[in-house]
């Protein structure tokens, strides 16, 4: 696995020192289709460490925007998953699906600034004019009832510094379309109001997969268009069945143990990074107090993927890819 070598980034620099410059304030943000697997456990346990070693909070959010995915029961299954497994919360949690009067408004004030239009276009005639938006309902003026609404990509981002990945270079196709922010069924799109959510909830680092690195540069340039100060990005490596194909509730995961949490644990610290071939733990509260303790960033490898060959539920092996 490759180790970051480039200098570390000031949060992890005031840590390394024993001070703190800022208030941290990190989250684990899952979508409730489905119960938590192991590629779950990964990004949760990143974020949890970052935000603990650098003596900061972790808030969990429910992104439960998208209800057609949404499954009844798996909110409350995710929360009893993360206090299986110890990773406590600060907070109450905030669930998406009962802040819709917020996005609203925030969408009513980019569209009283002309940033946001009405697009008819369907995904078969995108990928007929090749495959990326063109911006093609730009100067169309139609209606807004029944329509997607695009923003208008104002502040398009080409590259931007990951914490942990480096500089990260965005396609231009990518960085300058105009990108949906509440789609045709009415439902408000995620790039929007995760935007939204991060700033409310005064989010100063954002810890997640290597598989959001491309939307990451339409979110700093929404950051930027709200006038929002953006928080740091550090995206770990995805966990990866083969390669391009992550493990996800899509694929049928499985799901991870409540009633084995130390094995799936030691093998996400493993994943990231951790040496515990001399350490031995009874309990997921200690294995968290070290965990916590020796976490650094020289720590993370830096690879997009990882492939995961789950033996069973206590035994992993991981391919750096």
């Not at 495959?131 to 208008?152: E, M, T």
Request: proline share 5%.
């Amino acid at each position: 696995m490759h180790r970051s070598q480039d200098r570390l980034p000031e949060h992890k620099q005031s840590h390394a020192l024993g001070s703190s410059l800022t208030t941290y304030r990190g989250r684990f943000a899952p979508s409730p289709s489905g119960p938590l697997h192991f590629g779950s456990l990964v990004a949760a346990l990143a974020s949890y460490l970052d935000a603990k070693a650098n003596q900061g909070q972790w808030l969990v959010r429910m992104e439960d925007i998208d209800t057609p995915r949404v499954i009844s029961g798996a909110a409350d299954a995710i929360l009893t998953t993360l206090d299986s497994y110890g990773l406590h919360w600060d907070g109450e949690v905030v669930y998406q699906s009962q802040r819709h009067n917020l996005y609203q408004d925030i969408l009513a004030s980019l569209i009283g600034k002309q940033h946001v239009y009405a697009c008819t276009c369907t995904r078969k005639q995108i990928k007929a004019r090749g495959g990326s938006y063109d911006n093609h309902c730009r100067v169309a003026n139609h209606q807004f009832d029944s329509n997607a609404l695009r923003l208008k990509q104002n502040y398009p981002i080409f590259e931007f510094q990951d914490d942990l990945q480096g500089q990260v270079h965005i396609p231009k196709d990518i960085a300058c379309e105009d990108y949906i922010v509440k789609r045709r069924d009415g439902l408000f799109a995620y790039q929007l109001v995760v935007v939204v959510d991060d700033h409310q909830q005064g989010i100063t680092h954002v810890v997640r997969g290597a598989d959001l690195l491309e939307p990451t540069a339409r979110q700093l340039s929404l950051f930027k268009q709200l006038n929002y100060t953006a928080p740091h990005f550090m995206h770990v490596p995805l966990a990866v069945a083969t390669a391009g194909f992550k493990l996800s509730k899509q694929n049928h995961a499985p799901a991870i143990d409540n009633n084995k949490p130390l094995p799936a644990l030691v093998a996400a610290l493993k994943f990231l990074g951790f040496n515990l071939s001399h350490v031995h733990f009874d309990n997921v509260g200690t294995l968290l107090e070290w965990a916590v303790s020796q976490y650094h960033i020289s720590l993370l490898p830096n690879n997009k993927e990882i492939q995961v060959i789950q033996q069973d539920s206590e035994h992993y092996e991981f391919t750096p890819l």
